[in-house]
């Protein structure tokens, strides 16, 4: 069977290159290449995208061997209705090797049709290596690669205010796009670059916090044999993605000039403050994930679609973002209620297996970041607990005693954190420790939640109950009594 080439798509047109991309992974080729696509195909965006690698591997050369190809399948709820559909996405021109090829990238710096620069190189991406220098091919730091780039695109065009670039950063990170400008800043200092160069960076270029949303699993192992089948090709970057996306680009209102979204059917949205999407996204969304892994695993269920779809699990899921996380944001509530309803659909994707234990890796820093601040905001407004919450955080702390009946949960942490529970829940089976006094001891450890929660009132009490309880007769019981006193 021959492989996805431009041999065997016919329908491969060639555009100019104004994208540089830093990534060539499954997200940024299930987001922002086919965003790019669509608008090629519904506006005169007429833009091709360059990719070049963060760090080393072999993708680059699979996406070349593949003229830049490959088959995008979007699987979800799509105008109400169920939809599983597939295109190739032909947005990218091809990759360069940052380690076999780094004169093509300083000739792409100088070309003049380049206006975008994208990049998701993880949330430790966004960085400042003090041992990066400019002669470097490539720099080890993303930042560091892109401060080399802009210097270079700035000395081909002698400094021309006009060739500047608009840099739009999808790390999962508040205020993205500030950072990576300080950083670039910060090497400019570093290399002693001159203050002309320092200039054009802050006055010609455009630095874009952003904020990105869709569940992309990436290749379908399962099912590549089926879908090889029925395409009848071979495809090594397949990607599986969910029907659902959000791209808010925290910019000024002349992007829309460039980026010409509206009437494309694209959720992209360009704002002057991106902060009310953020919190949003994380408190119902994130939050949501994370406070349903516990509860849900325990219970013995495996899977988001399992957890949103079980009758008490997905009761608890769907009464705690309504009645705990939702009154904690600012903004129209039919908004928000259609965003939390949107979340609650694509939880129940049948397309999508998103494993618990996958959420459940890091889940004390998740909960201190996604779920105590809309919990201390709801304590603040209505001077009471918010229950559903307080019974997940409860199960976080059983979860973290690392069993769930007589089998052990594979915990995935900060080692300290994991030894630090391992230690006090056997403290507590020796013994040692009352419940009462495990829970206190774990509310009021500052490095697990950034502050002492024993001084949220009546905190400790209840979760000490909860945890009796869930310890005593298990977490179907245990929720079942808690929906018994909510009626």
């Known amino acids: 069977m021959q492989k996805l080439n431009n041999n065997i798509h016919q329908k491969y047109i060639s555009y100019p290159e104004k994208v540089l991309q830093f990534g060539e992974g499954n997200f940024l080729r299930g987001f922002i290449d086919w965003q790019f696509q669509v608008l090629n195909e519904k506006t005169d965006f007429n833009g091709s995208v360059v990719v070049v690698q963060p760090r080393g591997n072999n993708k ?56 975008f620069i994208v990049s998701n190189t993880t949330e430790a991406g966004i960085v400042f290596d003090p041992t990066d220098k400019l002669e470097d091919r490539p720099q080890k730091s993303f930042p560091g690669k892109l401060t080399a780039f802009l210097y270079h695109r ?63 699993p990436g290749f379908p192992t399962d099912s590549y044999k089926e879908k090889t089948q029925q395409l009848g090709y071979e495809d090594e970057l397949m990607v ?24 494309t059917g694209l959720n992209t949205l360009i704002v002057n403050d991106l902060t009310p999407y953020r919190v949003r996204k994380v408190r119902i969304l994130n939050g949501a994930h994370t406070a349903m892994t516990p509860v849900a695993y325990l219970y013995g269920l495996s899977t ?15 009464e705690m973002i309504r009645e705990e996380i939702i ?17 609650v659909n694509r939880f129940a994707n049948p397309y999508i297996k998103h494993y618990l234990m996958s959420i459940a890796l890091n889940s004390i820093s998740k909960f201190q970041t996604r779920n105590l601040p ?16 307080v019974f997940s955080l409860s199960c976080l702390l059983y979860f973290y005693k690392g069993k769930r009946g007589n089998d052990s949960i594979e915990l995935q942490d900060d080692p300290e954190i994991v030894e630090f529970f391992k230690t006090h829940w056997g403290k507590f089976e020796q013994q040692e420790l009352a419940m009462s006094e495990l829970v206190n001891i774990i509310l009021a450890e500052q490095r697990l939640w950034g502050m002492d929660l024993t001084s949220i009132p009546n905190l400790e009490s209840t979760v000490s109950t909860n945890l009796l309880t869930i310890y005593q007769i298990g977490v179907k019981e245990a929720l079942k009594e808690l929906f018994e006193t909510s009626i």
């Not at 809309?374 to 919450?389: C, G, I, Q, T, W």
């Open 374 to 389: 809309a919990f201390l905001d709801y304590v603040e407004k209505y001077n009471s607990l918010p229950k559903r919450m």
């Open 60 to 115: 680059i050369e699979r996406l070349n061997n593949q003229d830049g190809l490959f088959t995008l399948y979007l699987q979800g709820i799509k105008e109400g209705q169920l939809v599983n559909e597939h295109q190739v996405i032909e947005s990218i021109s091809r990759g360069i090797n940052l380690f076999t090829d780094y004169p093509e990238y300083i000739k792409l710096a100088g070309t003049e049709d380049l206006r």
């Open 240 to 263: 599986v993605g969910e029907q659902y996306h959000l791209w808010v680009i925290e910019g000024p209102e002349w992007i829309k000039n460039e980026l010409k979204v509206e009437g």
């Open 154 to 216: 700035f000395q081909a065009f002698a400094g021309d205010q006009k060739r500047g670039c608009i840099i739009i950063p999808c790390e999962l990170i508040e205020r993205n796009g500030e950072k990576l400008r300080e950083i670039v800043l910060q090497y400019a200092s570093l290399w002693n670059l001159e203050d002309e160069f320092i200039g054009w960076v802050k006055n010609a270029n455009t630095f874009c916090s952003s904020l990105v949303d869709r569940i992309v």
């Open 304 to 318: 988001v679609e399992e957890s949103i779809n079980h009758e008490e699990v997905g009761m608890f899921i769907k």
């Open 327 to 343: 009154p904690t944001l600012e903004g129209p509530k039919p908004e928000l209620s259609s965003y939390a309803d949107d979340v």
